[in-house]
């Protein structure tokens, strides 16, 4: 019987690209994939430490795992594991705990001695139909919250003909959807040598022939942005999205983390409220549909109930279709962990649920405003539990079509018939795509 391996992930869509190397080396292995984690012989937990949330999560798998598992071989690896190696190796559960400085010891903790020379020899991911493509690394930026320059280092691009040639075996591997992520995308090209922008590469992505599928109504592959700072969201790029929004999906999340220019002061952010409405503004004016979602901070020294609502009102004038926000975490060695004013708890978890209610609001009248409109879907792996088809739209809605109405890895036109319950899906049906 082969061996197998269960891999957990946290934090971000850069770890989901890690993780998924950490698959294609176990299965290159011999391995095989399992859902249950007291089945495996190998464990790999791909660590987050963007909060004391994640860091404690991490550590509550950790123990977990152990008993699960009690014979396996559990290995730590991820951001925690760069920050605090010793801090994990003293749980006592770990078999080994790999920073991201040292991944290419990954083969060996994970094969063997005899792989200590492999390399991962592609991707492994969960829905075939989508994959991650790091196209950049670190940051350059220094806000006063934030712990990952620290641990994944300076921006670091990597140059675009890998990137390609990578893309290249994505797709024939059946994938219709790529997203492009880094810790801030926006970055690329900057340190290379001659100096580019994201757009260059892009460029290269969208004037590269990719083979077609003649059965579905897409083209051979969609890419996808997904955080990009509001200074890098350029007027190129938004004319880019705008020529091709079914090659180049409409969607871009543009961390805000506060509607306070006093906090953002604070918080050592490189623009203020003005510069990010025009951003945001500008991009909804340039690309009809275009889903923008915005990253908040709630809870940080020094905020009052006046920057609260301020923040509240500031992000419900902006045309966004979503919000990802986090209660304040204080980091270790980052200059606001030592800063006086931090909201109690129980004022930061209020904070955190009104602006989550604001998300909310702005989730729902986005998908509203988007009925009765043809969009592009992705038919995904996995079905809902109700049997029906799940979907994704370029501007990142997820339907719901019937069953049989196309199958997974499909891209089919679906026009938009109503927002479900929940306000976070939409009811579609496939219709007949215009003629190409």
């Known amino acids: ?43 790999v937990l791909n660590t987050c430490t963007v909060t004391a949330r994640a860091d404690a999560e991490g550590r509550r798998l950790a123990r977990l795992y152990r008993r699960l598992a009690p014979n396996a071989r559990i290995v730590a690896a991820g951001c ?5 190696p010793e801090g994990l190796a003293a749980l006592g559960v770990f078999d080994a705990v790999v920073p991201l400085a040292e991944r290419e010891r990954l083969p060996r903790e994970l094969l063997g001695e005899e792989a200590c020379a492999a390399q991962p020899p592609g991707l492994f991911f969960a829905d075939a139909a989508r994959a991650y493509l790091r196209v950049q690394e670190g940051c350059n930026l220094r806000c006063s919250y934030c712990v990952i320059p620290s641990v994944r280092g300076p921006s670091r691009s990597f140059e675009p003909a890998p990137l390609l040639e990578e893309a290249r075996r994505l797709v024939a591997a059946g994938v219709r959807e790529i997203g492009l992520t880094g810790v801030n995308t926006g970055e690329w090209g900057r340190d290379l040598e001659p100096k ?67 906090t953002l002061a604070a918080m050592r952010r490189n623009y203020r409220t003005a510069f990010y409405r025009d951003v945001v503004e500008g991009a909804a004016a340039r690309v009809p549909g275009i889903c923008l979602g915005a990253d908040v901070i709630a809870g940080f020294p020094g905020e009052t109930d006046d920057d609260q609502e301020t923040t509240r009102a500031f992000v419900e004038s902006l045309p966004l279709a979503y919000l990802h926000v986090f209660s304040y975490s204080p980091r270790p060695g980052t200059p606001a962990a030592t800063m006086p004013g931090r909201p109690p708890a129980d004022v930061a978890r209020r904070r ?35 049997g029906r088809l799940r979907a994704l739209t370029g501007n990142y809605v997820e339907l719901r079509l019937p069953a049989g109405a196309a199958p997974a890895g499909a891209v089919v036109a679906a026009r938009l018939a109503a927002v479900e319950r929940d306000g976070k899906l939409v009811r579609a049906e496939r219709v007949a795509a215009p003629p190409r």
């Open 352 to 386: 955190t649920n009104e602006l989550r209610a604001a998300g909310a609001r702005l989730g729902r009248a986005f998908r509203e405003r988007l009925l009765g409109t043809t969009q592009q879907a992705l038919v995904l792996d996995t079905p809902a539990s109700d």
């Open 196 to 262: 580019r922008e994201l757009a260059d590469l892009l460029e290269a992505f969208l004037a590269a022939e990719w083979p077609r599928r003649a059965d579905d109504d897409g083209p051979a592959v969609r890419f996808r942005l997904n955080s990009l700072e509001p200074r890098t969201l350029t007027p190129r790029l938004l004319a880019l999205i705008a020529a091709a929004p079914d090659r180049l999906a409409p969607h871009v999340q543009v961390p805000l983390q506060s509607g306070s220019d006093r």
């Open 80 to 84: 925690y594991a760069q920050r605090d």
């Open 1 to 43: 019987m082969a061996k197998r391996y269960f891999v957990h992930t946290l934090g971000c869509k850069l770890n989901q690209f890690d993780a998924a190397r950490v698959e294609g080396l176990l299965r290159a292995g011999g391995f095989e994939r399992t859902d249950d984690p007291a089945a495996a012989d190998v464990v």
